[in-house]
């Protein structure tokens, strides 16, 4: 009986650091951008991409140089620096394996952020590597990813991230999730 119990014991343990916590958006910005994001007016999306017209250049990098100074934010929480998370958002292609898999991507708080206006602060921008890749067909698909959270300035020519995952494990958003 009591090697029963040590086994339950073990199996609940292993099932509970299965899943780790889901970190949420706000959690990369440091209190400070949080209180100035909260009391930024509303922007306006008076744009060609607000009209449905899109235009790639400039990806997510700003383009509004007159946005509150939140919304170019890198300041990150030092915290998190190596801490495993598990962190929910949408994809942003940016290299594929010789299947089509993504194995490098930009992982973003919200659905197109590549053709909002205004993108997301570089502290709301995460580079993952996955080498192991997943197959993306659609990039308004929410996906999960974990792994261990670095403070890595990543910039090219389609954005500015202040973090980056090595990615343990990358997965679509399933509904019992919600």
């Known amino acids: 009986m009591r090697g029963f119990l040590l086994l339950v ?3 609940c343990s292993t099932l509970v650091r299965a899943e780790l916590a889901e970190t949420d958006w706000l959690e990369l910005m440091p209190i400070e951008d949080q209180r100035a994001l909260e009391a930024m007016p509303e922007i306006s999306h008076d744009s060609p ?3 449905g017209t899109f ?3 400039g990806g997510l990098k700003q383009q509004d140089h007159d946005l509150p ?3 170019y934010s890198a300041k990150t929480v030092a915290a998190l620096d190596g801490k495993r998370i598990r962190l929910g958002g949408y994809p942003v292609p940016l290299e594929a394996d010789a299947k089509g898999n ?3 991507f930009f992982l973003v708080p919200y659905p197109g952020a590549c053709i909002h206006v205004p993108p997301p602060p570089p502290n709301q ?3 993952v590597r996955y080498p192991k890749g997943i197959r993306l067909d659609d990039i308004y698909a929410p996906l999960w990813v974990e792994g261990p959270l670095k403070i890595e300035t990543v910039s090219n020519d389609l954005a500015d991230a202040a973090y980056a995952i090595d990615a343990s494990g990358v997965r679509l958003v399933e509904d019992e999730d919600l």
């Open 9 to 11: 014991l073990l199996l």
């Open 49 to 51: 991409e607000g009209d």
């Open 55 to 57: 235009s790639n250049k």
């Open 69 to 71: 100074a939140v919304m």
């Open 102 to 104: 993504s194995t490098l």
């Open 125 to 127: 921008i995460v580079l």
